[in-house]
């Protein structure tokens, strides 16, 4: 199979969407943030001028036109670069968007796709380093979508903006120049979990860029015979619950891995869930290596200490298997 | 003044004045009988701004409304037993009794979102204009809202969108303020707006604004017409502020109801409770619509008593079937919360 | 002792801070909403015309406004009347006050109070009804404040307020007409849970409203000899884990019940924490009676039943102790 | 022109300007050596606002700031080696190596806090400054930011409390877009704010608004002066647009510096790149300070050409504090996020 980057991955998705679907619109943003991977899509900027839009830095405004415009008959994907801009948005993402459906007893949908980078990225301090999924999971009528391969963004993209709801569609930059298989003619569904490695110790359940460290010290952990399985729910929103508890049966064992800050952040989410349905396959409390509780510092040795670190992963597991 | 319409026309417009004054009163009447919960806002002042003005859309434009939202879903031809058995939260209702009153939105209408966010819809309608444009059908979209919306952000930044982007889009601001509460006596200005008058903040943004009496529905109907066809044409957004006084009976947040409406207070306000006799006097647009479809020689008095008799029949009648109407089975709860991805 | 009315006992603490410290500036709301109690609130801005603002309806500068000004020196409490409306602020509450602290490296504090009222009200629908707690649990350098009785909801606004950070102060409608003691000198600090009431077979845990529901089980359950132990965590930061784990360890059964919605709600961080803390404990899994993953529907039998229900609650006790 | 100040003043002004280029200059090619990581912004080009401007503020007005936010700190006086330090994430960084570039915010200073959240800083300072006049404390608060922060909501909003409540804040607009990328040619009509000039929007709140030429120290001086009086004797906010041309080595996200400055380039700059030649030759607002200054008999190249040197020899020095400066602790990292509570 044909291998490819994250950053290609991702925009041959953009290309096709556009190609494809002459209701897709994008709006602000390169998709790519700052990386040089924006040359990419300015590529597709060239060849969609009246299909893409650089607005002005009015995250609250143009989330709301992409989302009546959604209402209207369009399938826009917005660009808010950074997570942490989601926040300026707030009110129509998680009190317009998320609520219409239902409010309207049905009878109107907002198929709007939100793109942002999340997370830790180095150097981005307190106000450019959020992780918005966590806060998003609390507020019903939102789909959330976390890939962490070339062959997740592309597929589930390509779903994120097929899907008839609002989504959020949240990418790492620590992603981007990672490689992997992706099939030609693919369709990766929302709410299906991806078990990334097989495993029979303890269950590592990761996302995003966390996912690539569990992965990291999976294989460490396997040279002294640990056999760690990593799931990947993929989407928060709709939720793989039986792929992931399937597991969980297996191995008795659960830490989960996630850059979220840890209070109320999606581990919390995952970890309940698990002990509400699976109690008593545990052999063992569940493990949370989420971001610590502090505003992300600037500092790169305080920015690394913070996170879901391969060290503190490595740590929940050993005391996981005790 | 009343519009250079035909006499149908002109009649149509009365019937739904009315339909709009009594269902309201008749609503306010429901909730002192404690016949329903919950926050509402009633549309009574405002009825000769919503009714010519909704009248020039197109069947397949774009509406978004707010809290204040009644008016414009019976202006637009919304049935009033299906918009009472919404506010009541019962199965009939154009949400299903999801929405409310706040939310009250019928698609087939036209209705996209009736938002309870201060200023939330203007970003929204904004947006419904980028897909009209995009997609060149012809369609434009309306934003209906209060004179508040202007303090919030999101305001500027969607007039800025429109502004850049050329978007078929009319803001039509009914700023029911006027020598209202919170504002300096003899003045427009408000306590909590420094822009005055509030025309000039889409004029900021370059977007051509008029500002026009909102009880005088001659004077709606042309502001609108010709914003209409500008935008239509091409022109890119338009605002128009219509300023009405705010009706004594919302004083509290809780309205009252001091003097029922009738034809014959259109010359006759002697039996109205005096500390709100003004008011009908001098600023209700309903009993000025009747008193100048008369003294016009559009209409007698009496074709106006059959009108309004039989308004408040379908009131009655909608109140009946919204009454009728069941409450949703509780699993509707969790439905709505996703369509279905194919 | 005295008895107050919680709305009493709060507007007792408005006009105490007003007194006491001239430094406190009152800043939008009525701080009771459309309830017929903001009369009392008029009486105080009646007493102080030059400390008690009338702001447009701008969430975003105003809790900016206040957030300013608290870096500045002053001790300003904003009211935002219903917390779907801090949605309009949340970049300045969660992106600047929150932040400002450690991004400047300890040297600049911003103690100000965030107050609104949370959840089901009774036809609030799906655009007034939020209870932003749990969202804001996931946003670290905010203190959270949910007081339930009149004797807290006094205390609590007091210590808000000598708080030295930024701090939300979240009410519920619901409470208003409770009656309570409530002692002339009193001092409710930030951080400690509250047992209101004493039992030895399952640890409920809950806040505000929700936590007189839970009371109100506990009572009807009594009768049948089900000896439920009621704590009240007072304030979700800081979280007082200790007491709660105290209960926990008693009876080793728990039942978490709130009013966020379940997926990454308040619930959720407490049910983590006490499996992190002390799964050796539990006798069977945590139970959460959370408000449904929906937004909120207007009709009165729905909002019912998607809230955390006195039956819910009991069915959550059954199953607990099995 | 140079502003009708001493000599010494001059000097001194000249020096912060060189300063504030040779500070943002070597930050650039350490960049390049890969000596930092993380994103950061230059002042370079506007130092004829930032100087001035801040040379007329009172030792305890209050001041926010930007991600552009290095000129304002060394403007007043901060001392380069603690903001590069931060600027690395050292522990002797202003903010302990918390903060970074964005957010580098030396109390002591008069900041309360530099924010990278576009628009963000403008209710903070509104803020400020209601808690001056609230406790008529003789401050005024100073908001320093870019154009694009006008696209934000939160702008407005600040401007209509600030102007309801005739508020002690200077709102510094530094338009650095003048002819820059994203504007029409020839016009400065941005393609992202459909208001133009800038003024009009705090105008339309009642703001009184000037535009000066942000390179010219003089127009800064004079109209920061007139506004800044203004401000303390209780006329409320006022609004200035500074106007400059976006310095070339800026065009991308990561600058580079194509030119060191010098200060013979003020006569030639011959010796210069072609293709950013026209920039130092028109629009380079220290260049253009030098030139006026010798050219109106207050200094002579040589005395300048002492005073780049002993700038110089303070960035190094400056350089080699912040690298000496260790990391912080660990432990730091879960320090300051709330502060003790009595
Ligand atoms: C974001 C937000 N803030 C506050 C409110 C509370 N609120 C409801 S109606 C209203 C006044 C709105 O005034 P205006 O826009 O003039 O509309 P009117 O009710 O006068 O028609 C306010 C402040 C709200 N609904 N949304
Ligand atoms: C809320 C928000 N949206 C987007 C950004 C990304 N961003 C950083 S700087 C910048 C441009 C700002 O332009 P301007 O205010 O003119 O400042 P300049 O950089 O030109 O000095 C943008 C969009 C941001 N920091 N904050
Ligand atoms: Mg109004
Ligand atoms: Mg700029």
Redesign the pocket.
């Known amino acids: 199979m044909r291998q490819l980057a994250y950053h290609e991955a991702k925009l041959e998705a953009l290309r096709e969407l556009m190609e494809e679907d002459d209701r897709v619109y994008l709006i602000g943003g390169t998709f790519f943030s700052l990386s040089p991977h924006r040359l990419g899509f300015a590529a597709v900027e060239k060849a969609y001028p009246d299909r893409v839009a650089a607005p002005p ?1 009015s ?1 609250l405004g143009f989330c709301g036109l992409a989302t009546g415009a959604a209402m209207a008959g369009l399938r826009p994907v917005v660009d808010l ?2 997570g942490s ?1 989601l926040f ?1 948005a707030w009110p129509q993402v998680c009190n317009e968007a998320a609520n219409v459906l239902y409010m309207s007893g049905g009878q109107v949908r907002a198929p709007v796709v939100f793109h942002m980078l999340h997370g830790l990225r180095g150097g981005g301090a307190a106000q ?1 380093s959020a992780s918005p999924q966590a806060m998003l999971w609390n507020c019903p009528g939102l789909e959330i979508v976390l890939p962490s391969s070339p062959r997740d963004v592309k597929g589930l993209l390509k779903s994120a903006v097929a899907s008839e709801n609002p989504t959020v569609f949240i990418d790492h930059s620590g992603l981007f120049d990672t490689e992997g298989p992706v099939p030609e003619a693919d369709h990766v569904p929302l709410g299906q979990a991806d078990v990334k490695r097989a495993g029979a110790d303890v269950t590592l359940i990761g996302t995003s860029l966390a996912l690539h460290r569990a992965l990291g010290v999976a294989e460490v952990l396997a040279r002294e015979g640990i056999d760690v399985e990593v799931v990947d729910p993929r989407t928060l929103v709709p939720f793989d619950l039986d792929t992931v508890m399937a597991s969980v049966e297996k191995t008795g064992r659960v830490v989960v891995v996630d850059e979220t800050h840890q209070s109320c952040g999606v581990a919390a989410e995952i970890a309940a869930r698990i002990v509400e349905t699976g109690f008593d396959k545990l052999k063992g409390p569940i493990r949370r290596v989420a971001t610590l509780d502090v505003p992300v510092p600037y500092s790169q040795p305080l920015e690394e200490h913070i996170g879901p670190s391969e060290g503190r992963i490595t740590a929940a597991i050993r005391e996981s298997i005790g | 003044m009343i519009p250079a319409l035909p006499k149908t026309q002109l009649l149509a417009q009365c019937r739904k004045m009315l339909l709009v004054r009594h269902f309201e009163e008749a609503l306010i009447g429901l909730h002192h009988e404690g016949r329903f919960r919950g926050h509402y806002h009633v549309y009574i002042g405002q009825e000769a701004t919503g009714v010519p003005a909704i009248s020039l859309l197109q069947p397949d434009d774009l509406l978004f409304s707010t809290h204040r939202n009644h008016g414009h879903i019976l202006a637009r031809g919304g049935d009033p037993g299906r918009l009472l058995a919404e506010i009541l939260g019962r199965r009939d209702g154009y949400n299903r009794g999801k929405g409310g009153s706040f939310h009250t939105s019928p698609r087939e209408l036209g209705f996209l979102q009736c938002s309870g966010v201060v200023g939330g819809i203007l970003p929204l309608g904004t947006g419904a204009a980028y897909a009209a444009k995009s997609r060149a059908s012809g369609q434009i979209a309306v934003c209906l809202f209060g004179d508040g919306a202007l303090e919030e952000g999101a305001v500027p930044e969607a007039f800025n969108l429109a502004s850049l982007w050329k978007l078929p889009v009319l803001y039509l601001c009914e700023n029911n303020g006027k020598y209202g509460a919170g504002n300096a006596v003899g003045a427009m200005q408000s306590s909590t707006m420094a822009v005055y008058p509030l025309t000039d903040l889409p004029a900021a943004y370059k977007i051509p604004a008029v500002q026009v009496d909102g009880t005088d529905a001659a004077a709606v109907h042309e502001a609108l017409n010709e914003s209409i066809e500008a935008i239509r044409s091409g022109g890119g957004p338009r605002f128009i502020e219509t300023l009405s006084v705010r009706w004594p009976g919302s004083e509290t947040n809780w309205p009252v109801v001091k003097a029922p409406t009738a034809v014959d207070l259109a010359w006759d306000v002697s039996g109205i409770p005096e500390d709100v006799r003004a008011w009908y006097r001098d600023s209700d647009p309903v009993l000025r619509f009747m008193r100048e479809l008369v003294e016009s020689g559009q209409a007698d008095k009496a074709e106006l008593e059959t009108l309004n008799r039989s308004v408040l029949d379908q009131i009655n009648a909608a109140v009946d079937f919204a009454f009728d109407s069941p409450y949703p089975e509780l699993s509707e709860a969790e439905t709505d919360v996703f369509a279905e991805n194919r």
């Open positions: 830095i995250e670069t950074t801009f300026e450019h």
